[in-house]
Nanobody, 115 residues
């Protein structure tokens, strides 16, 4: 069993930055992949960024060059560093992981980009 807890969301002005955290209840080194998704009001959940075991990172076109997905194995934590935020980045951000062929979701953290 794995618990994922996101934090770091909040209200930020356009052009600002935020760092989201996803704390896992066990070592993330054995996770096959970890992913950030987001869901805006009235829209479907969408892929944001992922990191695989080999450290290969992928990003949605909408966030390339603005977001990065570092992780800290020692802290069992995944992060989403978001820069140059825009109102269209407003959403609930979810952490997702695959471990032993099981999938796990966090509860989400709200990010609101508004002046």
């Amino acid at each position: 069993q794995v618990q994922l807890v996101e934090s770091g969301g909040g209200l930020v002005q356009p052009g600002g930055s935020l760092r989201l955290s996803c704390a896992a209840s066990r070592s993330i080194e054995s996770f096959a992949t970890m992913v950030w998704y987001r869901q805006a009001p009235g829209k479907e959940r969408e892929f944001v960024a992922r990191i695989a075991t080999a450290g290969i990172r992928m990003y949605a076109d909408s966030v390339k060059g603005r977001f990065t997905i570092p992780k800290d194995n020692a802290k069992n934590a995944l992060y989403l560093e978001m820069n140059s935020l825009a109102p269209e980045d407003t959403a609930v951000y979810f952490c997702y992981a695959i471990f032993n062929s099981q999938t796990y979701w966090g509860q989400g953290t709200q990010v609101t980009v508004s002046s």
